[in-house]
Nanobody, 126 residues
């Protein structure tokens, strides 16, 4: 069983930065990992994904402001968030899926990943 745990959330003023971390309890060898967020009253949305080869995909709302990355051991996933806006306020979660099924679809920001963390809150004030 894979367990994912997010950290790094908090409160920041508009224009500020935060770096989120997702720690996995197992080596995530071949698959897709992604960050999602859910704002109050809204559906959860995928915002960034990274495949086993390091290929990244971003939602238009965060492109050029957020950067997804992972360590070589593939046990840690990060989301560097710059130029934060009040509209970025949400619960942020990481997720992972393994195998060719998810690798092939990673650049589509898949929402049906297999393993999920509990989330970390990000609040951006104006």
């Amino acid at each position: 069983q894979v367990h994912l745990a997010e950290s790094g959330g908090g409160s920041v003023q508009s224009g500020g930065s935060l770096r989120l971390t997702c720690a996995a309890n197992k080596y995530l060898a071949y698959g897709c990992m992604a960050w999602f967020r859910q704002a109050p009253g809204k559906e959860r949305e995928p915002i960034a994904s990274i495949d086993s080869d390091g290929g990244t995909t971003y939602a238009p709302s965060v492109k050029d402001r957020f950067t997804i990355s992972q360590d070589n051991a593939k046990t840690s996933l990060w989301l560097q968030m710059n130029d934060l806006k009040p509209g970025d306020t949400a619960m942020y979660s990481c997720a992972a899926g393994f195998g060719m099924y998810f690798v092939r679809r990673c650049n589509t920001l898949p929402t049906d990943l297999s393993y999920w963390g509990q989330g970390t809150q990000v609040t951006v004030s104006s």
